[in-house]
């Protein structure tokens, strides 16, 4: 059964301070690995897809690796508006299914 | 932009009752999910659904719940006798091309409380 781990659950940051949120994943043949965004009371918005270590994929301040264990999502000078939950999620196999982690929880401090 | 549409954005029922809620997906995606979301826990896939038929399910997709697409625009989850451990936000989710593609496209969720 894929398993997605997320570390931290929560994260404080002053406005401008850099940091990384990390997502361990085990899976039975890695087929992707996303990145989502979730504010409040909202859906999940789609970031990245990562499909094979090595892979780098950047949007604005935020950039994601893939290792054959994990992923990171690094967030250069984050602004306020970052300030959101972070989910990490796995496709694996030939299933249609996505496994989600619990998210990361970001607060940027102005 | 085209979006995910999900109705009602919450619904209190009793439990017992049959609870529907619908969603219309974007419109050239093939591929149709509901997703599920108990608060402060993770996003859990519930079901799949391609070319009219269901393609994957989860355990937590028992008989109490079914999924139609009873015309071109809308999809729509059933819940047949809700349980208080049915409170929930649901999401819906489509995608052109299967996950393959990679990307989501996800409602902006129906809350259930079931009392």
């Known amino acids: 059964e894929d398993q997605v781990t997320q570390s931290p659950e929560a994260l404080r940051l002053q406005e401008g301070e850099s940091s990384s949120l990390n997502c361990s994943y085990t899976?039975?043949?890695?087929?992707?690995l996303f990145w989502y965004r979730q504010d409040p009371g909202k859906g999940p918005e789609f970031l990245f897809t990562?499909?094979?270590a090595g892979e780098e994929k950047e949007k604005e301040r935020l950039k994601a690796t893939l290792t054959k264990k994990e992923s990171f999502l690094h967030i250069t000078a984050p602004k306020p508006e970052d300030s959101a939950t972070y989910l990490c999620a796995v496709n694996s196999g030939g299933y249609q299914k996505v496994t989600f982690g619990i998210g990361t929880k970001l607060q940027v401090i102005p | 932009e085209p979006e995910v549409t999900q109705t009602p954005s919450h619904q209190v029922t009793q439990m017992g009752q049959e609870v529907i809620l619908r969603c219309v997906p974007i419109?050239?995606?093939?591929?149709f999910y509901w997703y599920r979301q108990i608060l402060g826990q993770k996003v859990e896939f519930l079901v799949s659904f391609y070319n009219n038929e269901i393609s994957e399910k989860s355990e937590i997709f028992d008989d109490q719940f079914s999924v139609e697409r009873p015309d071109g625009s809308n999809f729509t989850l059933k819940i047949r006798s809700t349980k208080l451990e049915d409170s929930a936000m649901y999401f819906c989710?489509?995608?052109?091309?299967?996950?393959?593609?990679?990307?989501?496209?996800f409602g902006e969720g129906s809350r259930l409380t079931v009392l």
């Open positions: 989710a489509s995608t052109e091309q299967g996950l393959a593609a990679g990307e989501l496209f």
């Open positions: 419109s050239n995606h093939l591929y």
């Open positions: 990562l499909y094979s």
């Open positions: 899976v039975s043949g890695l087929r992707g």
